[in-house]
C-alpha cells in the first residue's frame, strides 16, 4: 500500500521560509511524475513544482525563483524548500506521485497535506 506523507506545514511571516517533506512508503520516487500541488481556500488547486514525465522541473509562475523542488534518494523523500514567502502562498500543499501514461504524468498517489499559512 502505498502512502504519502507530508511535513513541515506551519505558520509564518511574509518574507519567512519553510521547507516542506514529503515521505513515501510503499513507493521509490522515481525522479518523473511526483510533485507538489496547492490548493488555497475556495480556489482550484494548483501544480507548484513537479518533475516532469522527462524528469525536468517546472514551476508554477507564481512560485519561480522562490521555491525549490528536490529529492533525496536516500531518503526517499520530495522536498519544497519555499523562501520569500507571501500571504498568497498560504493553501493546503500536498505531495503527488504517479507514473507516465502516453505523454502526460498520471498522478495515482497523493498525501493528505500540510496547512501553510503566510501573514503580512
Known amino acids: 500500500q502505498v502512502q504519502l506523507a507530508e511535513s513541515g506545514g506551519g505558520s509564518v511571516q511574509a518574507g519567512g521560509s519553510l521547507r516542506l517533506s514529503c515521505a513515501a512508503s510503499?513507493?521509490?520516487?522515481?525522479?518523473?511524475?511526483m510533485g507538489w500541488y496547492r490548493q488555497a481556500p475556495g480556489k482550484n488547486r494548483e501544480a507548484v513544482a513537479v518533475?516532469?514525465?522527462?524528469?525536468?522541473?517546472w514551476y508554477g509562475e507564481p512560485v519561480k525563483g522562490r521555491f525549490t523542488i528536490s529529492l533525496d534518494n536516500a531518503k526517499n523523500t520530495l522536498d519544497l524548500q519555499m523562501d520569500n514567502l507571501k500571504p498568497e502562498d498560504t493553501a493546503i500543499y500536498s505531495c503527488?506521485?504517479?507514473?507516465?501514461?502516453?505523454?502526460?504524468?498520471?498522478?495515482?498517489?497523493w498525501g493528505q497535506g500540510t496547512q501553510v499559512t503566510v501573514s503580512s
Open positions: 518533475f516532469n514525465i522527462f524528469g525536468s522541473i
Open positions: 503527488a506521485a504517479g507514473h507516465r501514461r502516453g505523454d502526460a504524468c498520471e498522478y495515482r498517489y
Open positions: 510503499g513507493y521509490v520516487f522515481s525522479g518523473f511524475c
